[in-house]
């Protein structure tokens, strides 16, 4: 079984939401911010749905269409 993150079921406080909002601004994909604030993937793209949070990354053109 996997082992649970760091900070499972606590509370986002308003420090991690900043600093989700900075990793995803520095396209950091989700599982790595996921390891890097202690919570699961899952739980990170929540937080940042609740919050209007982009995972996306800007720097992907979409379809992989050339320019």
Known sequence: MAKTPS???KQW????????QHLANQNTPTRVIGIKM???P???AHKASEEHISLKPTN???????K
């Open 60 to 66: 992907q053109t979409p379809y992989n269409r050339r």
């Open 7 to 9: 900070n499972h079921g």
């Open 42 to 44: 899952n739980s990170v």
């Open 13 to 20: 406080t308003s420090n991690d939401v900043s600093q989700l």
């Open 38 to 40: 202690g919570r699961t």
